[in-house]
């Protein structure tokens, strides 16, 4: 027979007291739902799984009328509601980490009698955002071969390459002699043991003469940088061949660049404010003097970025597939839920299925993605 506790025991294994528990469920968050031998309402094993979830989201700060929201939905199941606990519990984690680390320098600075920047003193709530998300990178992001073999023939004949935004290197050709820039230590300390040498600096201001690379390559980031711009065009100076892979944000047929992918068209239409401000294609091409031209999306990319699943709608109410990818994390946690609910919603349905037919005989899809070569 299912186990029933009462109030009062369920207020002592889980550490709040008899009155919050009282209140939550005076406000319908969770209802005690059965009755003890002696008459009394007591909690059935269904709702203690329902206070776990109330307890997880409330210790991650979200108040209790989004909680309620949260635990009403009724696509959402206990697995995926732990799936979400834990990814934002480890994001949060990260987030921590990565401040603790910045207080000890900051103490140790202190006790140095050296002062400390307010540049640097505000590091950790700014810009370094694979300082927090960065160790959730490696799960899916890999170098996919057929991107890599465009990008190295790109290079041509340089001997001598500088890659900006390196990451983990995914896409650092095995048959050169690489040097890699990368400002965050998360990604730098996931370099693979053997892998190139690694600068910490950031392509606005690249520590190098001019003229020191037969050729540069930035994947995948300059959508990062502060300045895409002056970061452009430091790989301009430092090297004579320029190749980046990186994203047109406004050339689809009709729509601009929102419409070309369902995932943004019809989900996560938060994405356009990421690209407020971002430079055109042609400007981006202008700062290296370089021009454009499409890649396509192979049906099964082995590197999961965001556009990689066009084609395995499943993949993106995956927590560790999206926790891999910075969209995911700054168009916020709200436009998060909203937009994965509904595509499992869809999903479940059928609707994705029907609005998205001509997909499945596609075997790579034009998601906007660019590789300029200068
Ligand atoms: C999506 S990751 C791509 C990493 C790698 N190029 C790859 O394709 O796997 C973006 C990288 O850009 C780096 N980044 C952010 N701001 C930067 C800047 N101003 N200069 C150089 N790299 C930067 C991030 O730290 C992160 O490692």
Not at 110 to 124: D, F, N, W
Not at 228 to 233: C, D
Not at 339 to 364: F, I, M, P
């Given at each position: ?301 082995a590197d999961g970025f965001f556009e990689a699943h066009w084609r395995r709608p499943e993949a993106y109410l995956d927590e560790e597939v999206r ?52």
């Open positions: 027979m299912e186990e029933h506790l009462t109030v009062g025991r369920v207020a002592e294994l889980a550490g709040v007291s008899v009155r919050t528990l009282h209140h939550y469920d005076g406000i319908g968050l969770v209802r005690p739902s059965a009755r003890s031998t002696a008459g009394y309402r007591a909690y059935s094993a269904a709702d203690v799984e329902r206070l776990r979830e109330v307890l997880g989201y409330r210790r991650l700060g979200f108040g209790l009328r989004e909680i309620a929201e949260l635990v009403d939905d009724p696509a959402t199941d206990a697995a995926a509601h732990l799936r979400r606990l834990r990814g934002l519990l480890m994001e949060q984690r990260d987030r921590t980490t990565a401040m603790v680390r910045a207080i000890d320098a900051e103490l140790e600075a202190r006790a140095l009698g050296i002062r400390t920047t307010p540049e640097e003193q505000l590091k950790v709530f700014g810009a370094q955002l694979y300082d927090t998300i960065g160790s959730a990178y490696p799960a899916t992001r890999r170098t996919e071969p057929r991107i890599a073999a465009r990008v190295w023939e790109a290079l041509g004949d340089a001997r001598t390459v500088l890659n900006v935004g390196a990451g983990t290197g995914s896409y650092e050709p095995p048959d050169r002699e690489v040097t890699a820039v990368e400002p965050s230590a998360v990604m730098r300390a996931q370099r693979p043991a053997g892998a190139a040498r690694c600068v910490a600096a950031a392509a606005e201001s690249l520590p190098f003469e001019d003229g020191s690379f037969d050729a540069a390559m930035a994947f995948s980031t300059v959508h990062h940088w502060q300045d895409p711009i002056a970061g452009l065009r430091e790989m301009r100076r430092v090297a004579r061949r320029v190749v980046v892979f990186t994203y047109d944000a406004g050339t689809s047929g009709t729509g601009g660049g929102l419409e070309r992918f369902w995932l943004t068209r019809d989900y996560l239409p938060e994405f356009a404010e990421l690209l407020v401000g971002w430079p055109s294609l042609a400007d981006l091409a202008g700062a290296v003097g370089g021009r454009a031209e499409p890649v396509l999306v192979p049906w099964d990319c926790r891999a990818v910075s969209v995911w994390t700054r168009v916020g946690p709200e436009a998060e839920r909203r937009a994965v609910d509904r595509l499992r919603e869809d999903l479940s349905s059928g609707r994705w299925t029907e609005r998205n037919r001509d997909l499945a005989a596609l075997e790579a899809a034009e998601l906007g993605l660019r590789l300029i070569v200068a």
